[in-house]
């Protein structure tokens, strides 16, 4: 079956007065119809913006982006502007990660939510795009749609200026929805909330989803298949299962080690923090750029070319040792071993 949505060799650089910025470097994936695919890394990664640049949304217009983006049997990178437009918000959307800030102020929520409708013709009139409106607030659980589509943004809650974001990015029925942390800055029980209401809407219009975040515990508990992403590029690529249970590359094996387990024995409970920050991308270093934090870095981590490949049946990582980590099942043993031998 072919992929509803093909990334390829896709690579962002952003011009500074440092130099160029090379914030997405050659990153490659496919997304199945229905499928939730997983972006998790540290802030700074990149993983937003792969889904910007997706649909040439860099934070500058002097960005420069290259590779490929299929949808559909076509290269949204090599598109027109005006044909891209057909595809943004009608085909393909996406959900901001500080909604607040996505909202115009001076417009009323519903009249946010229409535009799209009216600007792709799925609604007849501002009168028809009002009541589509109220349906959507009704369906993202907006108490009282037909009174609050008249509101304003300040008038919400953050959860509830999440749901308007979510209902605006569903109101074309697009077939894939790109969730930049859509949970950032929400409280626990409404971060919950949202991800139910984002799991009950792709299973009723079937739509794949591209979900970023940072939290280890949101992948599990939503996707199928994640990318895990470091310095721009990915270092894991997995089914979600099979990535929790072998981790095959040590920054994988270190962002699961950071995430509390409250059905451990007390002796396992103690976290094991990632030490230093990920590298500056003006200057990043040689060889695999994770190696200065690497407790498993060899000579040849600090010199050689890692990209991405296939290491068994639908497992990709860029780790050269990743046969010694599958074998002792815990990066942080296997280096207290090597640095005691």
């Not at 650089?13 to 496919?30: E, H, M, Q």
């Not at 794949?208 to 298949?225: K, S, Y």
């Not at 249970?245 to 409970?269: K, S």
């Not at 976290?271 to 500056?280: R, T, V």
Request: aromatic share 4%; net charge negative; with cysteine.
């Amino acid at each position: 079956m072919s992929a509803l949505l093909s990334v390829r060799n896709l690579r962002t650089r952003i011009p500074t007065a440092r130099g160029p910025l090379t914030v997405v470097d050659d990153v490659s994936f496919a997304l199945e119809e229905g499928e939730c695919f997983g972006l998790v890394g540290e802030s700074g990664s990149g993983k937003s913006m792969v889904c910007k640049s997706i649909l040439r949304l860099p934070p500058t217009q002097c960005a420069m982006t290259s590779g490929s983006v299929e949808f559909a049997g076509e290269d949204l990178l090599a598109m027109s502007d005006r044909d891209l437009n057909r595809v943004c918000g009608r085909q393909i959307s996406m959900v901001v990660q500080d909604a607040i800030a996505a909202l115009n102020p001076v417009l009323p929520v519903g009249r946010q939510i229409g535009e799209a409708m009216l600007e792709h013709g799925i609604a007849s009139s501002s009168a028809d795009a009002r009541q589509r409106s109220i349906a959507l607030m009704r369906k993202v659980g907006i108490p009282s749609p037909e009174r609050r589509v008249d509101d304003y943004p300040h008038e919400f809650s953050g959860g509830m200026c999440q749901r308007v974001v979510i209902a605006a990015a569903l109101a074309c029925a697009p077939r894939i929805v790109l969730a930049d942390e859509p949970t950032t800055a929400l409280d626990v029980t409404v971060q919950d909330q949202i991800l139910n209401l984002l799991r009950a809407l792709r299973a009723e219009f079937k739509l794949a989803v591209v979900l970023v975040t940072h939290d280890m515990g949101v992948v599990a508990q939503n996707c199928q298949r994640v990318a895990v992403m470091y310095s721009g590029r990915f270092v894991e690529v997995a089914a979600t299962e099979d990535l929790f249970r072998q981790p095959l590359h040590p920054y994988t094996a270190g962002l699961m080690n950071c995430v509390p387990d409250i059905d451990a024995h007390a002796e396992r409970t103690r976290l094991s923090p990632i030490l230093g920050g990920p590298p500056d991308p003006a200057d990043p270093p040689s060889g695999c750029r994770f190696h200065p934090r690497c407790p498993l870095a060899t000579e040849q981590c600090r010199t050689g070319e890692f990209p991405l490949r296939e290491v068994m049946p639908g497992r990709f990582t860029a780790c050269v040792r990743h046969a010694d980590l599958a074998a002792a099942g815990n990066v942080w043993a296997l280096a207290s071993a090597e640095s005691s031998a």
